[in-house]
């Protein structure tokens, strides 16, 4: 039974990862895994209950890489959500973008609201966490309680996730956008010191960026010059 119910989840990512949302639907589901429609039924549940059983093996994954270690740095640990989440995510964009966009389906439908609220609370226990770390190496002030800063960083990582999920920006300007709104947010409470070293943080992920455009500029007018 659980060789067969692994078989479902493994035809259902491949599913989702060839046609996204629409393309899982329970008949095509039985016909690649060699299985009826009633079986699926027994094993997993309905349509909705796949995607969850989906979800909660990507959650594993995630769960899997971002184990902290005694030794972890302590914004590295801060970090670690969307650091692995998007190395993950990377190694099968099109599966992880349709298993997103179906739990955020699920979430505005309503259905199963607790379920998928469990796996939204799981990231901000991970950014709760690593918040904590942070304050308890003293890199923090401890002003602004740690529960809104991992609350305001998980939102941002997720609006992170819909804009790479709808195909706005690609996985390295998630993962770029997402740290720096987590550098940004933990500099309103950092020690003068952890601030310089989150500034530099931020400087290091936008200094790709400057100069290409510096470089841009520098050639339109090598350009017109040259004119």
Request: charged share 25%; proline share 2%; aromatic share 6%.
């Amino acid at each position: 039974m659980e060789k067969r119910r692994e078989r479902l989840l493994e035809e259902a990512r491949v599913l989702l990862a060839r046609g996204g949302f629409e393309a899982l639907n329970l008949r095509e589901l039985a016909r690649q895994a060699g299985l009826t429609v009633p079986t699926i039924y027994n094993l997993i549940g309905c349509k909705e209950d796949v995607l969850l059983a989906v979800a909660a093996g990507v959650l594993t994954e995630i769960e899997a890489r971002t184990t902290p270690e005694a030794d972890d740095d302590p914004l590295a640990l801060a970090a670690a959500v969307v650091e692995e989440s998007t190395r993950l995510f990377e190694e099968d964009e099109d599966f992880y973008r349709a298993a997103f966009l179906a739990v955020e389906w699920l979430d505005q439908g309503g259905q199963h609201h607790a379920e998928v609220a469990r796996i939204y609370a799981w990231v901000g226990h991970m950014m709760e966490a690593g918040v904590a770390a942070c304050r308890a190496a003293g890199d923090l002030e401890g002003r602004i309680p740690a529960a809104l800063l991992a609350e305001l960083i998980t939102r941002n990582f997720r609006m992170n996730c819909r804009g790479w999920a709808f195909g706005h920006h690609d996985i390295a300007e998630f993962r770029r956008v997402a740290l720096g709104d987590l550098y940004v947010t933990l500099c309103a409470d950092a020690t003068a010191d952890f601030r310089t070293v989150l500034t530099q943080r931020i400087a290091g992920l936008t200094a790709p960026a400057v100069q290409a455009g510096t470089m841009s500029k520098r050639s339109q007018t090598s350009r017109g010059e040259s004119q």
